[in-house]
């Protein structure tokens, strides 16, 4: 690894992603009452003194890292991202390099800072440091070296699919959602690491000869920042643990009958601590570069800091993040609710050890951003993934087009591991424009499905739907998903929300915030609103023909019996 401060301009990938646009002032409360003059007076007030405070935010996603520095109102000052490579090795791989997940990480800060000090600002304005980052990518390294013993394997990775297989034929396999709030599939990291110990014989001699450590990508770059080997810190919160099957919903803590169904020994691998997702000293702080010093005061899952970073911490919010793939996360309460319905049950977020956790249930489609990605790279519909809605908008509609974009099996709430991608009704009239629509189209079914879904456990139909991610800038996408939930879609002007929950809940960990109140103006200013345009019945029928879609997609992977059967 080279050292991430010998920067290469280069080398160092700009701003790519669709995200680039920047909210440069926060609303403050209008109030026409004369006998609450006062109270706006100080709301003015404190919202002059919040805009000089800062908070940075490393956001550390499936396909690209960036460091966001934001005001204590909610608007980004200062940004930085840059891509790092996918390996994508064999049909169904996918992995990262852990050395370039880091460097990644530093580039970011380092070019962020640039800006923010060109703004006349000093390195000390950074009072706190948030992380947030992709859920259950897994990794492990040797807990004497600090090296890693494997790539990273990333949450979309498949390779585990016969491996689930078997493990949902033992002993107590139905019993694990109601502990854990999650099924077996190929998508939790526990399932990775029991692949990684019965395939990679590297990761099996450190876990028996007890040198191994495991954690999510969150750990990873925490133990890295902290200085690895220097400090040796392993922790995790609780919204990434919640996504391991390790961790009991309930009690928040690691739970021997969930280790012991997928053969894990704590007592030879070393696992993360879990703390609260925001917490003033349990994350430690960074130990070299620009910001060097300053703590690390909150740790969240990618879809649990999107959620606060649309405020949504009242039962019954619910947020839409349409990045690389989907996440649909509905605000549940105190309490867990372990669906029916083929949801998972997670936590939302806990800020701070004196708080309770709010939980979740969420419902993830696998392919949105990456379904737009698939037809610029493999198909080369266009060479600029914003270009997408223009291509969308040459038709006016999908054309009979139905692509159900199975390219990791279906997630929530159909959890079907054998489907594969597939475009129904194609026809000699059929364009690229109507499979661009048909690709936003699939997202916003199955977010459908994940909503009726949600409906059906909760006993509560949502009124509203807010959003943020890549995918939700385009005003085709979001007006087609009204139309097919028949609620407003409520878009917020500032992108950056999963970056801006991150920082939200470090800002509680020193006390900028002491109550979720202080935050009900947070990224309200200039939200676009789209409601529905067409009828109930015109959107049932266009929900049945994806559903058949659906059915008709079943079956396509080969079992390992199959493939065995075909080298005979």
């Known amino acids: 690894m080279r050292n991430p401060f010998d920067l290469d301009e280069s080398s160092v990938d700009g701003d790519s992603e669709a995200d680039r646009d920047f909210e440069d002032r926060i609303p403050h409360p209008i109030q026409t009452n004369d006998g609450d003059r006062s109270l706006l007076q100080d709301e003015e007030r404190r919202g002059d003194d919040l805009k000089e405070r800062f908070i940075g935010t490393i956001d550390q996603g499936t396909t690209s890292t960036r460091f966001i520095i934001f005001d204590c109102t909610g608007v980004p000052i200062a940004k930085y991202q840059t891509e790092f490579r996918q390996l994508h090795d064999h049909p169904g791989w996918h992995e990262q390099d852990p050395y ?3 460097e990644s990480v530093y ?3 380092e070019e962020t800072m640039k800006s923010f000090l060109a703004l006349g600002h000093s390195r000390s304005d950074v009072e706190a440091i ?3 980052s992709q859920r259950e990518t ?5 807990w004497e070296t600090g090296e890693p013993l494997h790539n990273a394997i990333t949450w979309t990775d498949t390779r585990t699919m016969n491996l689930v297989r078997e493990l949902k034929e033992k002993p107590g396999a139905d019993d694990l959602v109601n502990i854990c709030g999650l099924p077996l599939s190929t998508y939790p990291s526990s399932v990775t690491l029991r692949w990684m110990l019965d395939n990679l014989p590297n990761v099996r001699a450190a876990y028996d000869e007890g040198r191994a450590a495991f954690g999510t990508v969150d750990s990873w770059l925490i133990y890295n920042l902290n200085g690895g080997l220097q400090n040796k810190r392993l922790v995790t919160d609780v919204t990434n643990a919640s996504r391991t099957m390790f961790m009991n919903l309930e009690t928040l803590k690691y739970d021997d009958r969930l280790l012991k169904f997928f053969d894990i020994d704590p007592k030879k691998i070393r696992l993360p601590e879990i703390l609260p997702s925001a917490d003033k000293e349990g994350f430690g702080e960074i130990c070299e570069g620009p910001l060097a010093g300053t703590r690390i005061t909150s740790c969240l899952g990618d879809q649990a800091a999107a959620l606060v970073g ?5 039962p019954g919010s619910a947020k839409n993040t349409y990045g690389t793939g989907c996440f649909l996360l509905y605000n549940v309460g105190e309490k867990p609710v372990i669906s029916k319905h083929g949801l998972l ?14 939980y ?3 419902g993830s489609v696998a392919v949105a951003g990456s379904g737009i990605s698939f037809l610029m790279n493999n198909m080369g519909f266009f060479r600029d993934s914003r270009k997408v809605s223009d291509l969308a908008a040459t038709v006016p509609d999908s054309g009979g087009c139905v ?3 199975a390219f990791s099996g279906l997630f929530a709430p159909y959890w079907i591991d054998d489907a594969q991608g597939t475009v129904w009704g194609i026809t000699h009239h059929t364009q690229r424009g109507h499979i661009a629509r048909a690709t936003l189209e699939a997202a916003c079914f199955q977010t459908k499905a994940i909503l009726d879904a949600m409906e059906m456990d909760s006993g509560k139909k949502l009124t509203e739907l807010a959003v943020d991610g890549g995918m939700s800038n385009s005003d085709i996408c979001m007006q087609t998903q009204a139309d097919l939930i028949q609620i407003p879609i409520e878009r917020p002007a500032m992108h950056e929300t999963t970056a801006l929950g991150a920082a939200i809940a470090a800002a509680f960990a020193i006390d900028v915030w002491k109550d979720f109140s202080d935050l009900k103006y947070m990224n309200r200013a200039n939200r676009a609103t789209f409601n529905p345009k067409v009828g109930p019945k015109k959107s049932a029928r266009m929900y049945k023909k994806w559903s058949k879609a659906v059915e008709m997609s079943r079956g396509w992977t080969a079992s390992k019996e199959e493939e065995s059967e075909d080298e005979e």
């Open 107 to 109: 580039i970011c800060i």
């Open 130 to 132: 948030g992380i947030t």
């Open 310 to 314: 649309h405020c949504a911490f009242t």
């Open 100 to 102: 370039e997940l880091v």
């Open 138 to 142: 897994a990794l492990v390294w040797d």
């Open 345 to 358: 049950g997670t936590v939302g977020f806990q800020l701070g050890r004196d708080r309770k956790p709010m």
């Open 403 to 405: 692509f159900v974009t």
């Open 360 to 362: 979740a249930l969420e």
